[in-house]
């Protein structure tokens, strides 16, 4: 799969080498991989942004897989609650703030 990044100042083409396990066409190949990298960007994007996660300075055993899997645990409880309009970085430290909020977050 060839693909054209474009930012106001340069264009780069790369080209990606996909395995798949079902038949397809062009079109529903193109539909799965750009399904994949958005929610793989919108994840990751969220994570490093509410969370820090690349400045996290954990790196030693199984820290690092541990902090991940519970920053994603705390991601989920946080866009679940619905109550507040506001984005998950800012209910993160309304919920550090608040008990009450906390409380709601984690569904009591």
Known sequence: MESVRRNEKEESTSIRYYLNSFASNAVRLAQAVRSHWGIE???????????GEDDCPVSRDHAP???????????NLLSQEKTTKIGVANKRLKAAWDNNYLAKVLGD
């Open 41 to 51: 960007n919108n994840l990751h994007w969220v994570l490093d942004v509410a969370f």
């Open 65 to 75: 897989e541990n902090l991940a899997r519970l920053r994603k645990i705390a991601l």
